[in-house]
């Protein structure tokens, strides 16, 4: 198949997924075009048969907020046109199952089926703002194929968008679990924690959402009974609070900041631990990137985490902003090393059994097989 994917190229899971994706695809034998204004962050390697479509734009003076939108139709009606795409999957409704849709307008008639598959607050926050709602549930009702990334986000699209919930297929996310895999080589724990610290780790975009201080609190809390160091991988507007609380708490020399790093395969085997202590996560990817890296989680229960962290195997969860029970939780895992080795291949056993790239991948390719038997819905 001829495949055109559209997503956010920054740093986060959509993005990851699609890229992922496309890449496992490739592989597979299909010919994949991404279209975004930037290169997808983990489009970072080489691989035959994937291609990168830049949408350009032009700033024009008139425009304060240049319209993406409107260009990235553009890009995806041209990319379909002269490459003959089969097919356009969207990552995240907002704004690229719009777009696809203009783009198969201007096709006239031509067929081209989208596949739109919904990730998180696409759903859950973005896509529920007044200013979205309507062309965003438009949008996901032109696709021919939805899917979504975890039987929550199913769920919440059905109610709050009243898409039926038998046009919605639930696709969990996936890992390559030969990629993310404990005992990668070279090891960073040395550097990360020289004096044989436990190492907890957090990965994010750093937004509200992700409760980053929390993180913080958690192993303060740590931190107090155990010697531990925190790893935080990422950036985003909470940086600063998250610096300034482990100053206030004392904890500041306990506290690397690394940044953005694509690469998260190589740094996820060093963790003892991952916290991921969200107030939303409509799948939580880091989290299964992380037990198939062999480290468990330490998670809020909410969203979709629970499909895929399972409480007492892999991790624990709980109630958002419990962050004395998550310490608590976190020091019973790490505390014991019989406790952690058994959450650690659980996880691991979990991500390959039920999320591995061989098991998902082909369900998205017999998805859409199915999405081209039936045609374009219009
Ligand atoms: O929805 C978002 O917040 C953005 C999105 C992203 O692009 O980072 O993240 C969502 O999609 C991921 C991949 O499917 C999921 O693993 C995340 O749980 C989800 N984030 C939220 O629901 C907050």
């Known amino acids: 198949m001829k495949i055109g994917i559209a997503c956010h190229p920054t740093f986060g899971g959509s993005g990851a997924v699609a890229t ?21 962050f983990r489009l970072d390697r080489f691989s035959e ?22 260009a990235l139709a553009v890009a995806l009606h041209d990319a379909a046109a002269k490459h003959d795409l089969d097919l356009i999957h969207v990552h995240y409704a907002i704004p690229h199952a719009t777009s696809a ?84 080589e070279p090891c960073h724990r040395q550097s990360l924690a020289p004096g044989g610290e436990k190492i907890l780790m957090h990965i994010s975009n750093f937004r509200p959402v992700k409760r980053v201080i929390d993180v913080v609190e958690i192993y303060a809390r740590v931190a107090s009974r155990i010697p531990a160091r925190l790893v935080m991988i990422g950036d985003g507007p909470d940086r600063p609070l998250a610096k300034e609380r ?19 395969d190589e740094l996820l085997p060093c963790a003892d631990l991952f916290l991921l202590p ?18 468990p989680v330490v998670a809020a229960r909410v969203g979709g985490i629970p499909e895929v ?17 998550m310490a608590e939780g976190a020091l019973e895992i790490i505390g014991d090393e019989t406790v952690w080795k058994r959450f650690s291949a659980a996880g691991r056993q979990l991500a390959i059994d039920r999320f591995s790239s061989e098991r998902i991948v082909p369900e998205y390719e017999r998805y859409y097989e199915s999405i081209l038997r039936a045609g374009v819905s219009g």
């Open 20 to 40: 992922e994706l496309g890449m496992q695809l490739a592989q597979r034998g299909h010919e994949i075009h991404f279209v975004s204004y930037a290169q997808p």
């Open 49 to 70: 048969r994937v291609f990168f479509h830049e949408v350009e734009m032009e700033h024009y003076p008139l425009f304060e907020h240049p319209p993406y939108s409107l």
């Open 278 to 295: 969200s107030e939303q996560e409509s799948f939580g990817l880091v989290a299964l990137e992380a037990m198939a890296s062999g480290a």
């Open 101 to 184: 849709w203009i783009a198969r307008e201007m096709l006239q008639g031509a067929g081209l089926p989208i596949v739109t598959t919904l990730h998180g607050t696409d759903i859950t926050l973005v896509g529920l703002h007044p200013s979205f709602h309507a062309i965003t549930r438009f949008s996901i009702l032109k696709s021919d194929g939805i899917t979504a990334v975890s039987s929550f986000l199913k769920e919440q699209t059905v109610r709050d968008f009243g898409v039926p919930a038998d046009r919605i297929e639930m696709i969990p996310n996936f890992v390559d679990t030969e990629i993310y895999r404990p005992g990668r």
């Open 246 to 264: 482990a100053e206030e708490l004392g904890v500041a020399d306990g506290v690397v900041f690394l940044g953005k790093h694509a690469s998260v």
């Open 309 to 325: 962290v399972p409480h007492g195997e892999a991790g624990y969860l709980f109630e958002i902003g419990d962050t004395e029970a």
